[in-house]
């Protein structure tokens, strides 16, 4: 079984088949009362309210039943302000950890990168060694980041191509393949200088990689951190699930407390205990495809297969309501599946994404929560949001319109949280 499956039921069984029979539990213990959150500045309307309504529900409900009920958040401008995945890349630009790719064949680091970014690649980095000595050669430092930031080389052609929308993003996947060669152990410390170095910037810092001004900050949000400690409490079994390489996302979720067992991100395969730029598999995808990540419709299939335990095409189906998170949390589009599966509250963050703003403030089922960013929150969005025309992006790219569950489209929404 793999170590981060973790279904109530499965370890119910497991107790009750490996423990001896113990006194029933003090009925104090049982009736205390469930926590609340303790953070209220930052907090939109009702939301609070409504999140220590849930909590208390589903908390009498685990003491008088047992289970854990599931809590999924995403992590980056979710759980905290910026990325990490971000804040990782420009570390290991800026203290030469990217090796150059077998051959010099930047091919090879990902089946969706272009052959305009793979040329222009090459021509930026010098071959051979044992890393790129991007803390100095600044024009393969811009390359690099500008084919993961942008999309594009610096000389404006397409970086990556031929891949499903709904499953992937290759540049969240590319910073995961950069890391071929290195063991996890190694990826968990560059995280770890990282981390240490985006914490104790001042909010706004900014940092030099290659030639360009960067982001230099991270901040974790006071309120979700709160939150997440407070479900744990109550007895809610909470995950993380990142678009980040999986080392990465580990190291940053120790530091609220929440174990790597419990955390899900861009998982890579090894050989000989050494990332290789390959990932393993979900539902219909095999361990080396490398067509789907924890992205969109991929992050529905990974919390299906690793938490709950859903195995082949039907993890990547929606699950029976009995069986899925009753609260989810999330910041953009990249989230908008597994907050849709959500029974209870999805709470959103908004950062003015079209498809996730569409579908939290046509609020259908009264299920959504809409919270500005706690730190730098966005300006009212002056236009809709144009979920009747382009507020949907296809598995092809293209735009189109956000549509129900019954096929009906979400007419246009305004910005009203803000």
Request: aromatic share 6%; proline share 6%.
């Amino acid at each position: 079984m793999n170590h981060r499956l973790r279904t109530s039921a499965a370890v119910a069984a497991l107790a009750l088949a490996a423990t001896p029979l113990v006194p029933a539990a003090p009925a104090q213990a049982k009736h205390r009362p469930c926590p609340t959150l303790t953070v209220s500045t930052g907090w939109y309307g009702d939301n609070k309210a409504r999140l220590d309504r849930l909590i208390a529900d589903h908390c009498a409900d685990a003491r008088r039943k047992g289970e854990k009920p599931l809590a999924v958040f995403d992590w980056d401008n979710t759980v905290i302000k910026n990325d990490v995945g971000d804040a990782t890349l420009y570390w290991l630009l800026r203290n030469d950890r990217v090796r150059p790719p077998r051959n010099d064949d930047w091919s090879t680091t990902s089946r969706h990168l272009t052959p305009a970014a793979a040329t222009a690649l090459r021509a930026a980095c010098p071959a051979g060694g044992r890393t790129l000595p991007t803390a100095t050669d600044t024009r393969c430092a811009d390359e690099i980041r500008s084919v993961y930031t942008d999309s594009a080389t610096t000389g404006g052609a397409t970086a990556f191509a031929g891949f499903d929308h709904r499953r992937t993003e290759p540049q969240y996947a590319w910073l995961a393949q950069l890391l071929r060669g290195w063991t996890t152990r190694e990826v968990e410390s560059f995280a770890a200088a990282a981390r240490a170095e985006n914490l104790a910037a001042p909010q706004g810092a900014t940092q030099r990689v290659g030639t360009a001004r960067v982001t230099g900050w991270i901040r974790h949000y006071d309120q979700q951190r709160d939150l997440i400690h407070t479900l744990r409490r109550a007895g809610f079994d909470v995950w993380i699930v990142s678009a980040s390489p999986e080392p990465v996302v580990d190291v940053w979720a120790r530091g609220i407390g929440i174990d790597p067992a419990h955390a899900i991100g861009i998982r890579n395969t090894t050989e000989r205990g050494r990332l290789t730029s390959h990932f393993k598999g979900c539902g219909t995808v095999r361990d080396g495809g490398d067509t789907m990540i924890t992205y969109i419709d991929g992050k529905r299939c990974w919390i299906n297969q690793e938490i709950l335990g859903v195995r082949g095409p039907a993890a990547e189906r929606v699950q029976p309501a009995s069986r899925r998170q009753v609260l989810a949390a999330g910041d953009s589009d990249t989230d908008v599946s597994f907050l849709r599966d959500a029974t209870g509250l999805r709470l959103v963050l908004n950062r003015n994404k079209d498809e996730l703003m569409c579908r939290a403030y046509e609020n259908g089922d009264g299920r959504w929560l809409v919270n500005p960013l706690f730190i730098e929150p966005k300006a009212r969005k002056t236009t809709p949001y144009p979920c009747a025309t382009t507020g949907y992006t296809a598995d092809d790219g293209t735009a189109r319109p956000v549509r129900r569950a019954d096929g009906s489209v979400i007419p246009d929404q305004e910005d009203r949280v803000y």
